[in-house]
């Protein structure tokens, strides 16, 4: 064993690496010059456990950007020269301030130890670091030393040897940027990999950091590795600088910086640092965080920043989907008066428009809650909610950044399961976010809360409210429950501790306000006018071919022709079976042609390929007390949940129902002899956990990076949605029927 081990000391200057380097080496050390530059080289050697040790003493840097020479040749040696060890200096009474350069060197994944210096001035100001708690966040080892008397070195010593043994080099630290740079960074990867000549050198994710920070060193290297792939870097790179300009008024680097901070003061509410003294002075952020994140005002103030996010959304957003209900239904009349009665104006009418307008009548909704949203982020004060719910969350293998998915996709009932699938992107670790990205979808979201209100106003009207907070805590407890027992088997692994970006609050600009909202509620708008659109036509399809044969339409006809002939014989003659003439007609002939036309709308929709669909899995959700006609609903909701319920107004022959007045659905179900309270409960557990919406599936897949996971939610959630309903049909059938 006597190769020679190099270990390099890198902190900020003023941080005692000079010191800690001389009481190592002693005599054993020469000082000489970098080539060209006149930054001062030191180098010596010294001896611990018969190890030889190679020191470098570094120039002392606050950042690993190539804006200075220091910076350069400390980067340089550490990439170039690779030494088995980095001593990161820190000065234990500047702690945060010398963590932005650790975190650094995290990010470009060097083996090191930081050796947290300078203990004795820190005690004396009557601040205790925790070094144990520390280096489990940052997750390497941290020894607290004494530069100038030697104290702790020899325990440093040794850590620097362990780490020296380690086979493998870890990993680059992962840290977020926000979205617009995490996007950036996602979309470089490709081009980045082809440059190999970088890559061999220094990890993907710094490159592209280093890229968007805009650094002359990288940007020469990338262009000499591939120049094609170097220029399509450069113009992705111009995008979001154009773009965080444009929104935030700032350059990439300024929000990278503020994330690096931003992850620091994370650590450092983790209670790793304590205060004899109180009177070091508090930022403005930390005095605010001291009573937001305070342990029962924290949530008083959450509870009441959640109600009234609702509250806008709500209240003021129902002037325009009042609107949009009325210019679809204007919509709706304008072709009916335009084209003859057929098969295109039924499927614009019943397809496109009650299908798609369902969908927009929630872009108000949607609008409103992503401005209230982007404020909360925007300000900051949305990594303090995460901050607050994490232990909770941590319980159910979950993150406190899980908290923002769920509430969006109606944690509190109302939302949608689409941008609360898109929410977890601010997740670090992989397992976390599938974890909170299959389990989102069981909150009650905005489409399916209609439904919930039509079953419970009609079975259990003496007790709506309650059974609204029960759907609602229903799905809380199911969701978590169901992430447990995800984080148990197919995601097992460690939860990661919170180490989330607590940035410092800022004033949001309306401008920035007013572009993420917009394109957010656009990658909305767009997926109503593709999958939706194309779902609505093809179900509609569904459950209005193949038709009925001719001999029984005829017999329709002729029993027509009958009832006419009874109830008015003078009207009858006319032979018109328009609907214009049945309301000429007596009552009696009316409920007489009515009836023939809902049985012949049944037996139509008996005969159509969905009804048979619908008919075939009777045989299964017979078990849950859900008949065919349900069975086609449901499977409507497969497409969209709000499809549910014009789609059990068709399937019950009525027609065309409403969603928001479904006044006339809710009294043919109460007399339905195929439908009790029961019933409707089995039906609302299944409707509460079945399978997500379409385009929440396609979400899914786009965010989890394969289509398995989206299949996996489908079948997860409808098994487990049948199960329940089962259950409840089953146990409800033996106390109550
Ligand atoms: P460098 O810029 O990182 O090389 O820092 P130096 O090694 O030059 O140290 C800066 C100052 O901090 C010097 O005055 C040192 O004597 C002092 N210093 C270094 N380590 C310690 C320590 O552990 N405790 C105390 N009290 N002072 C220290
Ligand atoms: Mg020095």
Redesign the pocket.
Known sequence: MDTTITIA?A????????????HLTGARQHVGNYPGITVEQKEGWCLHQDRSLRVV?LP?TYSLTAYSVEELVARDFLVNEKPDVVVD?V?ASNLERNLYLSCQFLELGVPMVIAL?????AEKRGITIHAEKLSERLGVPIIP?????G?GVNLLLDAVLSVAAAQTRPQPAFLRYGSDVDEALSDMMPLIRECRELTAIYPERWIGVKLLENDEQIDQKAIAANPTAAAKLKERCEAVVNHLQNTLGVYPEAVIADHRYGYIKSIMHQGVITRKYVADRLYASDKIDKIVTHRFLGPLIMAGVLFGLYTFTFSYSTVLVDWLAKFFALLNQGIDTLLSDGPVKSMITSGVVDGVGGVLGFVPIIMFMFFGIAVLEDSGYLARVAFMMDRIFHFFGLHGSSVMPFIVSGGIAGGCAVPGVMATRTLRSPKERLATLLTVPFMNCGAKLPVLTLLIGTFFSDHQARYMFLATLAAWIVALCAAKFLRMTVLRGASTPFVMELPPYRFPTLKGLMIHTWERTWQYIKKAGTVILGISILLWAMMTYPGLPDERVQQYEQQRQQAMATFAPAAGKEGARTEESTATGTPELNKALQQIKAQEAMERLKNSIGGRIGLACEGISRYAGIDWRTNIALLGGFAAKEVIISTLGTAYSLGDVDPENAASLNERLAKDPGWNPVVALAVLVFIMFYAPCFVTVICIAKEAGSWKWAAFSMGFNTLFAYIMAVAVYQIGALLYL
């Not at 902190?11 to 001389?22: E, I, Q, R, V």
């Open positions: 000391l902190g900020n200057p003023n941080a005692g690496k000079t010191t800690l380097f001389n003493d002392g200096v000065d210096n300078m203990v004795d001035v030393i004494v530069a100038r008397s104290r």
